[in-house]
């Protein structure tokens, strides 16, 4: 996912006893002109996501003692590994709607002069002794015109996210994993541990579609806040009239709404609105909350990201106002707190709590 300037930034600093610098530089580059198929991705028990270096490992181990663009394909693993890492959970980067890609892809375009000029990367062509190499890509020659592209001067605005110093940072990082693996590939020391860079997989955030509608039974007994230490309750305590009325014939009412969180073709994630007699209901012109993550994508930020949006959502249909209702020692007290929802009320167990659109 890292640019291909960033890549072949690194690979400037891996070519210490490379008998082929050219083959490594590529190797580092055209991994990503076979998209996914490339990347030898992982799932971790948890649900999280990594790059399975040693599953290349076993595949091409022999091969990358004497086959520098083998042996970039590789690196190329590790660089991507450490990137997923630095921007989804240490800078808490999210590709959760094709408008923050496209700026990200932005932040790429304005990086890539500086990159140039500061690591000294000149465009790559492909030797001849490359053809049928097993891990070339069909489409390597289009990717690498396309390549020669990134160039030309770009003058598109200020940066989004990546900035030059947060560049330059993930460069430094790779490039000391990389010179790690490259001593682990020649029996010097062990190789790293790509459990140790497990990623959050990236999200879209989409409406619910009809078809996902009983989802949201599912979806209602995980958004029932439950002390830790305390027994479970039932899944049928979601057909108690307190609890159906947030589901019940969920799309055929005034207000009805709820977006999804999708991972990797899965739904983790939901939030929806209603107006209806409620533990947060105000009146019958405030749509109330529910919002629910399932355990596996808890803690990655997709519940705040649900809730922005849907504010978003409800702003553009003209409402006016949203509540909810929270239990006074659940700790998504604080994310609400955080997209702007002020307590109005209060009783023993719960605060009633709104924002204005």
Same mark, same amino acid.
């Given at each position: 996912m890292a640019s291909s300037m960033m890549h072949l930034a690194i690979a400037g600093r891996l070519l210490d006893g490379i008998a082929r610098p050219d083959l490594l530089r590529l190797g580092c580059v055209l991994v990503d002109a076979a998209g996914r198929a490339g990347h030898f991705h992982a799932k971790a028990p948890d649900g999280r996501r990594y790059y399975d270096l040693e599953r290349f490992r076993r595949a091409y181990g022999g091969r990358m003692r004497s086959d520098d663009f083998c042996l970039g394909c590789y690196l190329h693993l590790a660089q991507d590994m450490v990137y997923r890492k630095f921007v989804y959970d240490d800078r808490g980067w999210s590709p959760s709607s094709p408008e923050q890609v496209e700026r990200l892809y932005n932040d790429y375009r304005l #990086?890539? &002069?500086i990159l140039l000029r500061r690591h000294g990367l000149k465009p790559l062509t492909l030797p001849g002794d490359l053809a049928g190499h097993p891990l070339l890509a069909a489409n390597a020659p289009a990717f690498l015109e396309d390549m020669a592209k990134q160039f030309a001067p770009y003058d598109g605005g200020e !940066?989004?996210? @990546?900035?030059?110093?947060?560049? *330059?940072?993930?460069?430094?990082?790779?490039?000391e994993v990389c010179l790690r693996e @490259?001593?682990? @590939?020649?029996?010097?020391?062990?190789?790293? /541990? &790509?459990?140790?860079y497990t990623y959050a997989p990236a999200?879209?955030?989409?409406?619910?579609?009809? !078809?996902?509608? !009983?989802l949201l039974r599912d979806f209602l007994y *995980?958004?029932?806040f439950q002390r *830790?230490? *305390? &027994?479970? #309750? &039932?899944?049928?305590?979601? /057909?108690?009239?307190?609890?159906r009325v947030y589901i019940e014939d969920f799309g055929k009412k005034r207000g009805?709404?709820?977006l999804c969180a999708e991972s990797n073709g899965e739904v983790a994630g939901a939030v929806w609105v209603r107006i209806i007699p409620g533990y947060g209901h105000l009146d019958d012109d405030t749509p109330e909350f529910a919002i629910s993550i399932l355990k596996p994508w808890r803690g990655r930020g997709f519940g705040t990201r649900l809730m922005q949006e849907m504010l978003k959502a409800l702003r553009a249909r003209g409402w006016k106002r949203a509540s909810l209702a929270v239990q006074k020692d659940n700790c998504a007290l604080r994310m609400y707190r955080k997209v702007g929802f002020q307590t109005v009320g209060e009783n023993d167990e719960e605060y009633i709590m709104a924002i204005e659109l």
């Open positions: #990086l890539n &002069p !940066p989004f996210f @990546l900035t030059e110093s947060l560049a *330059e940072e993930y460069i430094d990082r790779a490039a @490259l001593d682990a @590939l020649r029996g010097c020391g062990a190789h790293v /541990n &790509p459990l140790d999200f879209q955030i989409r409406e619910l579609t009809p !078809p996902e509608v !009983p *995980e958004a029932i *830790e230490g *305390e &027994p479970p #309750l &039932p899944r049928e305590v979601v /057909n108690r009239p307190e609890l009805d709404l709820c």
